[in-house]
């Protein structure tokens, strides 16, 4: 079946460092890839997207690339903000798959 | 914005208690999802319904049923709640099933049965 797997954490980070969160993915046919962020006491926010191979999302200064040869979907930000602390999902879904395959979240704190 | 609302962020219910969850969302999306968050664990799908009075199991749907009335609203519910169902309940809607769109989130509920 499909699976999602995110880089372990927690990741701690100064205010103003790069930002990398990985995300390798397995899935049969041709998934569309997201990222969501959950800040604390909230329910999950759809940050960005990509549909197709080679795509790109962005928001926010956040960016993530569909790597179909590396089954990747790694998340960048050029320069964290304290306000960026939160949990990020990694998560699939499949072509009329109905359901989000999801990864287990990385918990990000970044301090001033 | 597509808003979708869970009726209560907090609830304390005793165990054997049936226990409904409401989720409701303001812009005719088709399919709509229930999962449990539990630390360590992740998310896991309860139950969906990809229109009015249909329903598919998920990956954990002991203990819960669900309802599709109407199509904004998707309700869960707690047959005979027990403390294993102490967790947050997460809520999201989607337009299709076409995997093109992501899902929007409900703020959550936390339940704990005690």
């Known amino acids: 079946g499909d699976s999602v797997t995110q880089m372990e954490g927690p990741v701690t980070l100064s205010e103003e460092a790069f930002l990398t969160i990985n995300c390798t993915y397995t899935?049969?046919?041709?998934?569309?890839l997201f990222w969501y962020v959950q800040y604390p006491g909230e329910g999950l926010q759809l940050l960005l997207k990509?549909?197709?191979?080679?795509d790109k999302g962005s928001n926010k200064g956040f960016e993530a690339t569909y790597r179909k040869e590396t089954t990747s979907f790694h998340l960048e930000k050029g320069s964290v903000q304290v306000s960026d602390s939160a949990v990020y999902f990694c998560?699939?879904?499949?072509?009329?798959?109905?359901?989000?395959?999801f990864g287990d979240g990385t918990t990000l704190t970044v301090k001033p | 914005d597509v808003k979708v609302t869970q009726s209560s962020r907090y609830l304390v219910k005793r165990t054997g208690e049936k226990v409904f969850l409401e989720c409701v969302q303001d812009?005719?999306?088709?399919?709509m999802f229930w999962y449990r968050q539990d630390p360590g664990l992740g998310l896991r799908l309860i139950y969906f319904?990809?229109?009015?009075?249909?329903?598919e199991k998920g990956d954990i749907p002991e203990g819960y049923s669900v309802s599709r009335e109407k199509k904004e609203r998707f309700s869960l519910i707690l047959e005979s709640a027990s403390t294993n169902q102490t967790s947050m309940y997460l809520c999201?809607?989607?337009?299709?099933?076409?995997?093109?769109?992501?899902?929007?989130f409900g703020s959550g509920t936390r339940l704990t049965v005690v």
């Open positions: 999201a809607s989607r337009p299709t099933l076409t995997g093109y769109y992501g899902y929007t």
């Open positions: 899935a049969t046919g041709y998934p569309s």
């Open positions: 990509a549909t197709k191979a080679d």
């Open positions: 998560a699939l879904t499949n072509t009329n798959a109905g359901k989000s395959t």
């Open positions: 812009m005719d999306h088709e399919n």
């Open positions: 319904s990809y229109d009015v009075k249909m329903k």
